[in-house]
Nanobody, 119 residues
């Protein structure tokens, strides 16, 4: 099973940028579709972005399109989320996940990283 460790969160002013990283252990990184999700206080965990195994296809929530970019580096077994033009409503704990086609669900392996955007 792949272990995931998120990092890169922090406190930033509205309009600022952050880059989140998710390092995956193990040698199976390339077989997984990867995703970023976020959970704001008192709310459900929401989809943010996904990237295919090859990295040639991405998908984004409408709320982050044009501002966030997901990417992956197979050599480093890491997936990134570049976040620009941050808004206070982006404040949340951000989690990365691997997709299990066999089970048809996302697996969240890390503790997440807190992103706080001040107005």
């Amino acid at each position: 099973q792949v272990q995931l460790v998120e990092s890169g969160g922090g406190l930033v002013q509205a309009g600022g940028s952050l880059r989140l990283s998710c390092a995956a252990s193990g040698r199976m990184f390339d077989v997984y579709k990867m995703g970023w999700f976020r959970q704001a206080p008192g709310k459900d965990r929401d989809f943010v972005a996904t990237i295919t195994q090859s990295g040639d296809s991405t998908d984004y929530a409408d709320s982050v399109k044009g501002r966030f970019t997901i990417s992956r580096d197979s050599a480093k077994s890491t997936v990134y989320l570049q976040m620009n033009s941050l808004k206070p409503e982006d404040t949340a704990i951000y989690y990365c996940a691997t997709y299990s086609y066999g089970l048809g669900k996302w697996n969240y392996g890390g503790q997440g990283t807190q992103v706080t955007v001040s107005s």
